[in-house]
């Protein structure tokens, strides 16, 4: 009888035994451990695995592979309810972890402590299950070593069992701190050893100013957070402007906002994406509005914000819409401009003003202003340029707008690069209109080289043109040639190529070319009035006042002059 009451007496002692090894601080932290489903574009299920909160607010750890793929992703706690991950705020595929962030249902959610120092080898370590029953069962073990990560951060290797279904659960401390994130176990002993990286280094885990870029993070579909400085941040955002699709970058600039109040930044670039779909529907303007007083009322620098107010209306002007929202007009942005101006007076803000004029044809006002910008630190082949057609465009003497274009090509990288050969091809016709054919024609040569020869017909046309007037026979009528070459069609290059011939001449052939010309077109007054010059030259007055005639009913606007001459 004794020796039946032995067993279950024994029994009891080591039940009681390990139920007195069992933490205190495991029933408590183990409600810390969810559950996590994933699901794919189509809105199918992914993965299920595991992960645990660090934070009260919803900041949570688990394995990159669960959300490899994931278009969205839902938490379930120890206790049933479902929360949503709302944004991706790192992950490192090598060591399989991920930090993100759960849109909490609570004002604050079950969190484990991470530990600040790794455990020794040799320390007892404790892997908590997700569960939704009471039992506060868990798997025990020991720290068998203790690899380092990263410089600062621990890969550890754990001798314990890991269980199915256990991976990415918290593996702890004795004081009830996380320390790593059980990982699946490979290798040839799955019994005794398992793994887990380093909670310190899952913590670690950020999005910087490059992450759009990165192949890990491109992997996963839910919304990606921002950098923690601001730096990083708004270059994050200015990036990111170009990549994503238009909702996903106003959720970012609304998150920007959110994480950074009182960066002026965020409301700007805002403004500006409300403005860029106030095309559609005027109400974005009154959003754009509204951001633009909120970064005038955060702003340390408020001549930034007045500069960005102008230029947007001076943009939106530019656009020519069809109907003007209340007082986004030119005038309204000079104001604002001259606003920024008056509290300091950076060159920038005075090249605006500059563009601003100019676009209102205050010619005066606008050369001016870029004659101050051309005497500052921001001067550049661009601003010389606007300095030139602003002073061409007000009547000026033409030599002094081609010495203006001249700084421009000073300041562009030597050799000129097909980048800054279009101002060779402007010095070219500022040349031209200033009587100096032979350096337009050096232009369109500077030009070509820059350009590595792949030009098109207009070119050649052009530089035809310059030719001719430099009196370089010869080149014009190669360069025509080149030009009907490239485009056969074109009764303009045709047309020219008569008068080259004409000038150096060449009658026969450029009759020839004209009744061509006829031929495909018998309304083009031109080539009446340029088949008439040509039997002029060889004494067929009679036959040459009748095509002047022809020209004239055709509403040729230079033949009167030669029917008075030649056609008493």
């Given at each position: 009888?004794?020796?039946?009451?032995?067993?279950?007496?024994?029994?009891?002692?080591?039940?009681?035994?390990?139920?007195?090894?069992?933490?205190?601080?495991?029933?408590?932290?183990?409600?810390?451990?969810?559950?996590?489903?994933?699901?794919?574009?189509?809105?199918?299920?992914?993965?299920?695995?595991?992960?645990?909160?660090?934070?009260?607010?919803?900041?949570?750890?688990?394995?990159?592979?669960?959300?490899?793929?994931?278009?969205?992703?839902?938490?379930?706690?120890?206790?049933?309810?479902?929360?949503?991950?709302?944004?991706?705020?790192?992950?490192?595929?090598?060591?399989?972890?991920?930090?993100?962030?759960?849109?909490?249902?609570?004002?604050?959610?079950?969190?484990?402590?991470?530990?600040?120092?790794?455990?020794?080898?040799?320390?007892?370590?404790?892997?908590?299950?997700?569960?939704?029953?009471?039992?506060?069962?868990?798997?025990?073990?020991?720290?068998?070593?203790?690899?380092?990560?990263?410089?600062?951060?621990?890969?550890?290797?754990?001798g314990m069992q890991m269980k199915d279904k256990m991976v990415s659960c918290p593996v702890m401390n004795a004081e009830g701190q996380?320390?790593?994130?059980?990982?699946?176990?490979?290798?040839?002993?799955?019994?005794?050893?398992?793994?887990?990286?380093?909670?310190?280094?899952?913590?670690?885990?950020?999005?910087?100013?490059?992450?759009?870029?990165?192949?890990?993070?491109?992997?996963?579909?839910?919304?990606?957070?921002?950098?923690?400085?601001?730096?990083?941040?708004?270059?994050?955002?200015?990036?990111?402007?170009?990549?994503?699709?238009?909702?996903?970058?106003?959720?970012?600039?609304?998150?920007?906002?959110?994480?950074?109040?009182?960066?002026?930044?965020?409301?700007?670039?805002?403004?500006?994406?409300?403005?860029?779909?106030?095309?559609?529907?005027?109400?974005?303007?009154?959003?754009?509005?509204?951001?633009?007083?909120?970064?005038?009322?955060?702003?340390?620098?408020?001549?930034?914000?007045?500069?960005?107010?102008g230029k947007l209306m001076y943009a939106y002007q530019l656009s020519k819409p069809e109907k003007t929202y209340k007082d986004w007009?030119?005038?309204?942005?000079?104001?604002?401009?001259?606003?920024?101006?008056?509290?300091?007076?950076?060159?920038?803000?005075?090249?605006?003003?500059?563009?601003?004029?100019?676009?209102?044809?205050?010619?005066?006002?606008?050369?001016?202003?870029?004659?101050?910008?051309?005497?500052?630190?921001?001067?550049?082949?661009?601003?010389?340029?606007?300095?030139?057609?602003?002073?061409?465009?007000?009547?000026?003497?033409?030599?002094?707008?081609?010495?203006?274009?001249?700084?421009?090509?000073?300041?562009?990288?030597?050799?000129?690069?097909?980048?800054?050969?279009?101002?060779?091809?402007?010095?070219?016709?500022?040349?031209?209109?200033?009587?100096?054919?032979?350096?337009?024609?050096?232009?369109?040569?500077?030009?070509?080289?820059?350009?590595?020869?792949?030009?098109?017909?207009?070119?050649?046309?052009?530089?035809?043109?310059?030719?001719?007037?430099?009196?370089?026979?010869?080149?014009?009528?190669?360069?025509?040639?080149?030009?009907?070459?490239?485009?056969?069609?074109?009764?303009?290059?045709?047309?020219?190529?008569?008068?080259?011939?004409?000038?150096?001449?060449?009658?026969?052939?450029?009759?020839?070319?004209?009744?061509?010309?006829?031929?495909?077109?018998?309304?083009?007054?031109?080539?009446?009035?340029?088949?008439?010059?040509?039997?002029?030259?060889?004494?067929?007055?009679?036959?040459?006042?009748?095509?002047?005639?022809?020209?004239?009913?055709?509403?040729?606007?230079?033949?009167?002059?030669?029917?008075?001459?030649?056609?008493?």
């Amino acid at each position: 009888m004794k020796k039946i009451l032995i067993l279950p007496l024994l029994l009891f002692f080591l039940i009681q035994g390990s139920m007195a090894q069992t933490p205190k601080w495991v029933e408590k932290a183990k409600r810390a451990v969810f559950s996590v489903v994933t699901y794919d574009k189509n809105d199918k299920m992914l993965n299920t695995g595991n992960g645990f909160f660090v934070s009260e607010d919803g900041l949570a750890l688990s394995d990159y592979t669960l959300f490899k793929g994931a278009e969205r992703a839902v938490v379930i706690t120890s206790e049933g309810k479902q929360m949503p991950v709302s944004l991706i705020l790192g992950a490192n595929d090598m060591y399989d972890v991920i930090k993100f962030r759960v849109a909490i249902t609570e004002k604050k959610v079950p969190a484990l402590i991470v530990a600040k120092t790794a455990p020794a080898v040799g320390a007892d370590a404790w892997m908590l299950p997700y569960s939704t029953q009471k039992s506060i069962a868990c798997v025990t073990g020991k720290v068998k070593e203790v690899s380092k990560v990263a410089g600062e951060y621990h890969y550890y290797t754990l001798g314990m069992q890991m269980k199915d279904k256990m991976v990415s659960c918290p593996v702890m401390n004795a004081e009830g701190q996380v320390f790593g994130i059980a990982q699946k176990s490979s290798g040839i002993d799955t019994v005794t050893t398992c793994y887990a990286a380093g909670a310190a280094f899952a913590m670690a885990q950020k999005i910087s100013a490059l992450s759009l870029g990165d192949a890990a993070l491109k992997k996963i579909g839910i919304r990606k957070g921002l950098p923690e400085t601001e730096d990083q941040a708004l270059v994050y955002l200015f990036m990111a402007s170009s990549s994503l699709s238009g909702d996903d970058y106003e959720k970012l600039l609304d998150d920007f906002i959110r994480q950074f109040p009182a960066n002026a930044d965020g409301y700007l670039r805002r403004a500006n994406y409300y403005a860029a779909k106030g095309k559609d529907d005027q109400a974005w303007y009154d959003k754009a509005v509204a951001d633009f007083n909120q970064a005038l009322k955060v702003a340390q620098k408020k001549d930034d914000v007045y500069y960005n107010i102008g230029k947007l209306m001076y943009a939106y002007q530019l656009s020519k819409p069809e109907k003007t929202y209340k007082d986004w007009t030119y005038d309204t942005a000079l104001q604002n401009v001259r606003q920024a101006i008056a509290i300091d007076p950076l060159p920038i803000y005075i090249q605006m003003e500059g563009d601003i004029l100019f676009a209102q044809q205050d010619y005066a006002g606008a050369l001016a202003a870029y004659e101050k910008v051309n005497a500052s630190n921001i001067a550049s082949p661009a601003t010389f340029f606007s300095a030139a057609k602003t002073k061409e465009l007000a009547k000026g003497d033409p030599k002094e707008v081609v010495a203006l274009m001249d700084s421009c090509i000073a300041r562009c990288p030597q050799p000129i690069t097909a980048d800054f050969a279009p101002y060779l091809l402007e010095r070219a016709q500022m040349n031209m209109n200033a009587g100096q054919p032979r350096n337009a024609m050096l232009d369109y040569d500077a030009y070509h080289t820059a350009v590595k020869g792949e030009v098109n017909d207009v070119f050649y046309y052009y530089r035809e043109q310059a030719a001719l007037k430099a009196r370089q026979f010869q080149r014009a009528l190669d360069d025509i040639v080149k030009a009907i070459e490239m485009n056969p069609t074109d009764l303009t290059y045709q047309a020219e190529h008569a008068v080259v011939n004409l000038r150096v001449g060449r009658y026969e052939e450029a009759i020839q070319i004209l009744n061509n010309i006829l031929k495909a077109d018998p309304k083009y007054a031109e080539a009446y009035r340029l088949l008439g010059l040509c039997q002029i030259q060889l004494k067929k007055t009679d036959e040459a006042c009748g095509n002047f005639k022809k020209a004239k009913e055709l509403g040729d606007p230079n033949v009167d002059e030669l029917i008075t001459k030649y056609c008493k």
